[in-house]
């Protein structure tokens, strides 16, 4: 019998997280304060974090416990299961072995809720009482008010208003869990009521829900912020995944020669691949390949520089190194949700250039016809941005067929597409097209970076 | 995505992303270049800042504003 399903245990669920900055080999360049120009420093994000989350975010201790209050929540839906994609395997003809670790199967349906939950739980442990955040699509917001219903915290969610008006189905989840959602601009906030005192009809923006939810939080003593993505103890909360992957690989008697994620936020594939990066590092799999998918359409880490960017057109002091294709870089359309997020996880654009990762572009209708295939043999309808996983991953199945080899390829697979069937419908009526930004595009908005000693 | 929300999206300005997302619809850019100052489109094009950078930046911003309304 072909084995297709490898489910750990629930008492043998990690108990701790990995932190990979106890093991880089060179530390992460430090982000700069746009005040002082000096690093940030836990009093800087203290207003928005409890104190344990901050610790985490500078934290080089290699392994942190899991709290068994926490560890009870993720014991809701975790361990998640690791598939076998035999199936897929015998679609393509490949002797490659293809596994996936699939996040998709939690109460809000992602990655996300690995780390809502710890930054919940932490919130609740030092007092407070709300939480806010903001919301474009929903994603992050449900993942949130799932979290304030596990641990009795008040969840605000400021989410963009045309999606509030548009885009209902997450807000109805949202409300559901508990959590209050309003649409912004709302009148709750400075920043809220200057827009709607300015222009009552206001679509909203990412940028304005995220000023309404900062500024909420910094004016109450019982409220703090959420963050999804980027920050140094997302990824970390994340690792839970890879911790749990390592043992159910070595159930199956496996160990990945190619991991293949996307990147956007970085949360999700960090969270996969950081746990077995440290054999990388260490020496023990010199060979293991680690590819980060992006869009062909925004090639920030394929094409773009690691350098310091100015944050606005008037130059103020570049605060972060990150990877950037520079300021003329006009975006073209494209389809993959998250990942044409300009603001790159740090520990990510790091290792890329410790040259511990490598990177591929792909095309979007290539993307969506590798999610086709997937629906059609191991069925499960992907998002938008773990489809890019998919379509590098039978790359890389398909040159083994032509090699002979089998090697063994992990796919990170961060959820379901139920909410993303829009852009499905755009692919299957034809009207899906693909770009690659023009190398002498690229050359020109590089040209016009600011020149700053690295 | 109507119209008028990727016109104002950035700061009631329009989205970055607004050239290449209606270049099959209309002649995008030649309606950004008449309905917008040089100096507009070159602060539509800045790629947005670090999300880390904007939450110090909006704590400050939001610190000063409670101080002034204490």
Redesign the interface.
């Known amino acids: 019998m072909e084995k297709t399903i490898y489910d750990l245990d629930q008492k043998d669920m990690p108990t701790h997280w990995y932190n990979i900055q106890a093991d880089l080999p060179e530390p992460l360049p430090p982000v700069l304060h746009p005040g002082t120009g000096k690093p940030i420093g836990p009093e800087d994000l203290a207003p928005l974090f409890p104190m344990e989350l901050i610790k985490q975010e500078v934290s080089t201790e290699r392994w942190i416990e899991i709290p068994e209050e926490l560890q009870a929540v993720y014991r809701t839906w975790r361990p998640t299961r690791l598939h076998r994609a035999h199936r897929l395997e015998k679609a393509l003809d490949t002797p490659a072995k293809i596994f996936f670790k699939y996040e998709g199967t939690n109460q809000a349906g992602s990655h996300k809720p690995n780390t809502a939950t710890a930054q919940c739980y932490y919130n609740m442990k030092e007092g407070i009482k709300r939480i806010t955040t903001e919301t474009g699509a929903g994603q992050w917001g449900s993942a949130l008010s799932l979290a304030g219903a596990f641990f009795g915290v008040e969840i605000k969610v400021y989410m963009v208003r045309i999606s509030y008006d548009q885009k209902p189905y997450r807000r109805i989840a949202m409300e559901t869990w508990g959590a209050k959602c309003v649409p912004s601009p709302s009148p709750d906030t400075k920043a809220g009521r200057d827009m709607l005192e300015k222009w009552p009809d206001c679509p909203g923006s990412l940028g304005l829900a995220i000023s309404e939810a900062v500024e909420e939080a910094v004016s109450r003593d019982d409220t703090h912020y959420s963050l999804g993505s980027v920050l140094n103890h997302v990824l970390l909360h994340q690792t839970i995944q890879g911790e749990e992957c390592r043992k159910q690989m070595e159930m199956a008697d496996a160990y990945p020669d190619i991991i293949v994620g996307n990147i956007g936020g970085g949360s999700n594939y960090g969270g996969q691949f950081l746990p077995w990066i440290r054999d990388k590092i260490s020496g023990a799999k010199p060979d293991m390949r680690v590819i980060c998918c992006e869009p062909e359409s925004c090639p920030t880490v394929t094409r773009g520089l690691y350098a310091y960017d100015f944050g606005d057109s008037v130059g103020l002091t570049p605060l972060l190194k990150m990877h950037t294709l520079g300021h003329g870089f006009i975006p073209p359309p494209i389809h993959a949700g998250g990942l044409r997020y300009h603001g790159m996880a740090p520990i990510i654009c790091h290792l890329y250039e410790l040259g511990l990762v490598e990177a591929v572009a792909v095309h979007q209708t290539a993307v969506f016809e590798a999610g086709i295939k997937f629906a059609r043999t191991e069925g499960i309808i992907t998002g938008p941005e773990p489809c890019h996983n998919l379509k590098v991953a039978m790359d890389e199945a398909l040159k083994c067929k032509e090699s002979g080899e089998a090697k063994t390829i992990l796919i990170a697979h961060s959820g379901h597409g139920h909410f993303d069937l829009a852009a499905y419908e755009r692919y299957l009526s034809g009207k899906l097209e693909d770009y690659a930004y023009p190398e002498e595009e690229v050359k020109k908005a590089q040209a016009e970076m600011p020149k700053v000693p690295a | 995505?109507?119209f008028?929300?990727c016109r104002?999206?950035?700061?009631?300005l329009p989205?970055?992303?607004m050239?290449?997302?209606w270049?099959?619809h209309m002649e995008i850019l030649t309606f950004l270049e008449d309905h917008y100052t040089k100096?507009e489109l070159?602060?539509i094009?800045?790629?947005?800042?670090?999300?880390?950078?904007?939450?110090?930046?909006?704590?400050?911003?939001?610190?000063k504003?409670?101080k002034r309304n204490d």
Do not use: D, H, Y
């Open positions: 995505m109507n008028l929300f104002t999206e950035n700061n009631m989205c970055r992303w050239a290449g997302c270049q099959g100096e070159e602060q094009f800045v790629p947005p800042k670090p999300k880390i950078e904007s939450l110090v930046s909006l704590v400050e911003k939001a610190k504003a409670k």
